[in-house]
């Protein structure tokens, strides 16, 4: 049985909600959701989460509004960050934020699920958004260096539990890192900004090799130019396909090793995008 997980970067969830993005939401019914920059007040989120909850319904996704699986976590600043997990399968455990930070700036970046899947086994997702960093600002780059040291903690426990047979381990997000050359269309002329220089880049090699994850959609692509899942709102970036692939899922080999197809949902035109990302979508034959 497949099951079908995307992550999206919604641009703000209550923007995303005037441009449409329920009714991508009630095309598309993944059975986990992972979005970020959410950027609204819990009681902005709720009756939000409950419409979407009530298209899954709808789809034949649960058997009721009430059965959809809600989690999110808020920035302390407010009007930034902020990630959010909904889950038409069990979950069986919880958890938010990073272990090992605990700035304001740091919060609504990371929550995990445990998801039962439809064969009894357990898949860890965590939804994560990476602070995007400033190359002319170096507090931005010391608090997205500092996230990334302390992913490599976590990371280390997953590869461990999912090397003993214990639980796989998905990890989906805005990672805002564009990985190599194939994954943004100007490479030359960004290799000193944030996003792309060497010192970022090196941590998602570290990630896939001495943490043994697998970049799943590039797996399924192949060595090929993109396909982005960024586009900048300057000039003509979207139209001219002039993107950066920001947005991943890393999964743990045995998980990889079932993913059998990806799409990225590009908008068919700018003024019908509901954010400046696209989702990303991964199934897995489980």
């Known amino acids: 049985m497949s099951i079908t997980v995307t992550t999206s970067n919604v641009n703000g ?3 995303a909600k005037r441009k449409g993005v329920e009714d991508w939401i009630g095309n598309h019914v993944p059975d986990v959701w992972c979005m970020q920059e959410v950027r609204a007040p819990q009681t902005e989120i709720d009756p939000i989460f409950g419409e979407v909850a009530e298209r899954y319904e709808s789809a034949g996704k649960i058997a009721k509004a009430e059965d959809l699986v809600r989690m999110n976590e808020i920035c302390r600043i407010k009007g930034r960050a902020g990630v959010g997990l909904l889950s038409s399968l069990p ?8 272990p090992g930070l605990e700035e304001d700036v740091d919060s609504g970046r990371w929550i995990e699920a445990d ?9 860890t997702v965590a939804c994560i958004y990476v602070h995007s960093g400033d190359a002319d600002d170096p507090t931005k780059m010391e608090q997205k260096f500092r996230f990334l040291e302390c992913m490599l903690d976590r990371l280390g426990t997953m590869r461990d539990e999912a090397a003993k047979g214990g639980r796989q381990a998905l990890l989906c997000g805005d990672f805002n890192i564009a990985h190599t050359p194939l994954d943004i269309k100007n490479a030359k002329a960004n290799l000193k900004h944030a996003g792309f ?9 570290k990630w896939l090799g001495e943490y043994e994850f697998v970049d799943v959609m590039r797996e399924l692509a192949g060595e090929i130019q993109g396909p982005y899942t960024w586009w900048s709102q300057r000039g003509r970036a979207f139209d001219n396909n002039v993107g950066w692939r920001l947005d991943y ?13 990806f799409t990225i949902d590009k908008a068919p035109s700018y003024d019908t995008r509901w954010s400046d990302h696209a989702p990303l979508s991964v199934s897995y034959e489980v």
């Open 13 to 15: 969830i209550r923007a």
């Open 115 to 123: 998801v039962r899947t439809p064969q009894g086994y357990l898949i």
């Open 91 to 98: 979950v069986v455990d919880m958890r938010y934020g990073l």
């Open 197 to 205: 220089m060497p010192s970022e880049r090196a941590y998602i090699d």
């Open 249 to 261: 899922q890393f999964a743990t080999p045995e998980l990889a090793q079932a993913a059998t197809g």
